[in-house]
């Protein structure tokens, strides 16, 4: 167990600059983990621990080794550096003790699996590092147990995110989390109130990113937790949804998260693959936003239930979602591109299905289809096949599902042919149209482009005298 010569030569700078002003800097927590599980990050990140005055240490060090500086928690003494070397992000984050020593600060970690220190000094000598490692708390012994386990019974009233960070461990790590430390998670759940929405997100969507995030979502549900995290859950249970779905608004929405990643799995097409592995902020990527979209997808249900004539409906519930959705992304501090494609996946989740309603689609309809759900098409056909697979009431035949699979395949192959093609040129430009037909401008000329735009896609106006043709009945 040692660091490879890389990490020596990015850990050099650091503890050379510390020795000359007389610090001593101790290693923690992730890093040192992940050593033990021999477990390699895309880009790796080194968690220091110093006695005090860490920010003003860190803010030095980023101007001697020219990288990006910022305070996570200037209360904690927090800070984080960021440099690029090799092809590879480094973070290094410097936080002051919390306690008058080492011991008391690893009992203020979260885990004992992060409650593991070594000094700095240690780490850059070629040798076998296990047998130096500072474990008070006997992480190594859980990590080789796979058990998450807090290290002290007050972890979560210091921190309650804590209680989402077991979980992202557990998802990430493929660890179990120890019976007490539920107990806990539970008892505590209501503190997620004071936490802020960005920090919410980033272990929601570390969950999301895994294979399995069905399952922990499954597992923080039985706790309660998820309704203090989104609230807007406990109006979607038990509410159900007429002779079409064998689950009600809530159990079928954790399904269709359930779904989608059974469709993610049996995915071989490269070109899929790629445009689900898309980052679409930051670190996060489609595939764990697809699944956010999924999880949201429903939620404008309990504010659109109607019994009427015997029937249970929900109409309007995708215009009504929508809202809600934007609502819940804004708290969780989501980006715009992150808002705008869960705007796309919820509003139009239903159209895959209307399109399934006929045996082969109009090319008006499918062009219409494809122009709305933009670059977001894909994710939607991927949602409506995962939505329509958790619906399994008596009145829901096979010859449906068998219809609606068609259809959604058909799609698929229509736009990733789509995305190989040149967008054609426009046959008129608004100015060639006000100058023929002697208008000013207004929102008509917006609208005889958009159906000349939709003729052309559909092969019904191949030229510009066509086109001209088409504008001169449009305009009337």
């Keep these: 167990m040692r660091f490879t010569l890389k990490e020596r030569g990015m850990l050099m700078p650091v503890y050379n600059f510390a020795t000359n002003r007389g610090l001593k800097l101790y290693l923690v927590g992730g890093v040192l983990r992940d050593l033990i599980l021999k477990r390699e990050k895309e880009n790796p990140d080194f968690d220091f621990a110093i006695r005090s005055g860490a920010i003003s240490f860190g803010r030095r060090l980023a101007k001697e080794l020219r990288c990006g500086f910022v305070i996570l928690d200037k209360e904690h003494g927090s800070c984080r550096l960021v440099k690029k070397y090799g092809g590879q992000i480094y973070t290094f984050d410097f936080t002051d003790f ?90 505590n759940r209501n503190r997620l109130i004071s936490v802020s929405g960005e920090r919410i997100r980033d272990e929601i969507f570390k969950v999301f990113a895994t294979e399995r995030a069905h399952d922990y979502f499954l597992a923080l549900d039985k706790l309660k937790i998820l309704d203090t995290v989104f609230p807007e859950i406990k109006k979607m249970r038990r509410i159900g949804q007429g002779p079409y779905h064998h689950l009600d608004v809530w159990q079928h929405t954790l399904e269709t998260v359930r779904q989608l990643e059974l469709i993610f799995k049996g995915i071989k097409n490269e070109e899929i693959a790629a445009y689900l592995n898309t980052d679409i902020c930051a670190s996060r990527r489609r595939k764990a936003l697809l699944k956010f979209g999924a999880f949201l997808h429903d939620f404008g249900k309990p504010k659109t239930l109607r019994h ?169």
């Design 98 to 187: 919390r306690g008058k020593c080492l011991e008391e600060d690893l009992r203020h970690r979260d885990f004992t699996i992060n409650a593991i220190a070594l000094r700095l000094e240690e780490a850059l000598d070629d040798v076998d590092l296990s047998k130096i490692l500072i474990d008070p708390y006997e992480g190594r012994v859980d990590i080789k147990k796979k058990i998450i386990r807090v290290v002290d019974t007050g972890a979560f009233a210091e921190d309650p995110l804590r209680i989402l960070r077991a979980f992202s461990f557990s998802a990430i790590l493929n660890f179990n989390i120890d019976k007490n430390t539920l107990k806990l998670a539970k008892l």
């Design 308 to 476: 009427q004539k015997g029937r249970t409906t929900f109409h309007g519930h995708e215009r009504v979602g929508l809202r809600i959705a934007e609502d819940i992304a804004r708290r969780l501090k989501l980006s715009n591109d992150e808002i705008y494609s869960l705007h796309k996946m919820v509003l139009w989740h239903l159209r895959p299905g209307y399109l399934a309603d006929t045996n082969s689609p109009t090319p008006r309809a499918k062009f219409r289809y494809f122009r709305d759900a933009g670059v977001e098409a894909l994710s939607v056909l991927l949602l409506s096949l995962a939505d329509q697979r958790s619906t399994k009431g008596p009145l829901t035949t096979f010859n449906a599902r068998k219809q609606h699979e068609k259809v959604v395949a058909k799609l698929i192959k229509e736009y990733l042919k789509k995305g190989k093609e040149k967008i054609p040129e426009r046959l008129l430009s608004g100015n060639d149209i006000m100058k023929e037909f002697k208008l000013g401008p207004s929102p008509l000329i917006g609208k005889i482009l958009s159906e000349i735009e939709e003729l052309q896609a559909i092969g019904k106006v191949k030229n510009r005298k066509e086109a001209l043709k088409a504008a001169a009945k449009l305009r009337r």
